[in-house]
């Protein structure tokens, strides 16, 4: 009898032992295939993030090193001289408008004694006196919203060897008070300049007929719409944007993103964009406040402002 209930005793602590490192082996068994599995699902967005938006990387990056370009908010692709991209700082100073290559090198520097309150952002149009595209020159900086009217300066694009002439003026007021923006853009389609608001929720679209335009006049701009970005915060404050020369493709950056619209041709720019854009893959920058179509528009340059800042091309998959 006693031998029997020995040999039970023995057999039951066997068995709970034997229970115990068996849950304990599922449970870490368990772990084990929960962190494969995170380990697994993290690889499948690196590659969904990284490979497969390959077409999407910086195709080439090179540093501007010039110390004039040192604080870089506005930029567009030149159509009279191939090759080459109008560039300018932030801030109140003269019009002082930088011509380089695409390898970041300054080739021609132009001035103006017209004076600017916050120059943010330039645009190329249409001919409109002329055969030559004209530059605008969009003084729209306003952070603290107290300016009545901004400035935008109107030229013919020039070559190395010009200067700065023929300048017109126009002083643009919003319909719903002042606002901040660094955003200007002008449609060859409608021809119609644009500009976006910066820092609201849901930024404002206005515009303006280029045609319409007469130097020294105010205009009020018209509200076309509103944009509705993903993004929260600073991250996502519209800093530049652009229109291809076909005017079919849209792009707006915020500190964070870069978003992309295909327009149709009878479409407006503010019907094109009440749809949800395409978030494209670009390079990461500290204070990208500067976009440009590529001539051919299937790609796009970024450039951050501050000293030793790149110039990113991007290309634009189909």
């Excluded at 870069?258 to 009440?274: D, G, L, N, S």
Aim: contains cysteine.
């Amino acid at each position: 009898m006693y031998r029997w209930l020995l040999s039970r005793l023995i057999i039951n602590r066997f068995w709970q032992s034997w229970e115990t490192k068996s849950l304990n082996y599922v449970r870490k068994l368990l772990r084990i295939t929960a962190i494969v599995l995170l380990i697994i699902v993290f690889l499948i967005v690196v590659y969904k993030q990284f490979f497969l938006k390959a077409a999407f990387i910086a195709r080439s990056s090179v540093i501007i090193e010039n110390r004039k370009l040192r604080e870089i908010s506005g930029m567009v692709l030149s159509e009279r001289n191939p090759g080459k991209i109008w560039v300018h700082n932030d801030g109140a100073r003269g019009i002082r408008l930088f011509l380089i290559d695409k390898s970041g090198n300054l080739k021609a520097e132009f001035k103006s004694e017209k004076r600017v309150f916050d120059w943010e952002d330039i645009a190329l149009g249409p001919p409109v006196k002329n055969d030559l595209c004209a530059i605008y020159a969009g003084d729209i900086g306003d952070n603290y919203q107290r300016r009545e009217a901004v400035l935008i300066y109107r030229f013919p694009e020039p070559v190395p060897g010009d200067s700065i002439k023929e300048i017109e003026e126009f002083y643009l007021r919003y319909p719903d008070g002042s606002r901040d923006a660094e955003a200007m853009m002008v449609d060859p389609l409608s021809r119609k300049l644009y500009i976006i608001s910066k820092r609201e929720d849901n930024p404002g679209i206005y515009s303006y007929p280029i045609d319409d335009f007469v130097s020294g006049d105010t205009v009020i701009l018209q509200k076309d719409g509103t944009l509705k970005l993903d993004g929260a915060g600073i991250l996502k404050w519209i800093t530049a944007a652009d229109i291809s020369r076909d005017g079919l493709q849209i792009l707006v950056r915020t500190y964070g993103k870069v978003f992309y619209w295909k327009r149709k041709p009878e479409e407006t720019i503010e019907q094109a964009m009440a749809r949800k854009p395409k978030t494209l893959f670009h390079k990461g920058e500290i204070q990208g406040e500067s976009i440009g179509f590529s001539s051919n528009g299937k790609g796009f340059y970024t450039i951050s402002e501050g000293r030793n800042s790149s110039l990113n091309f991007n290309t634009i998959a189909d």
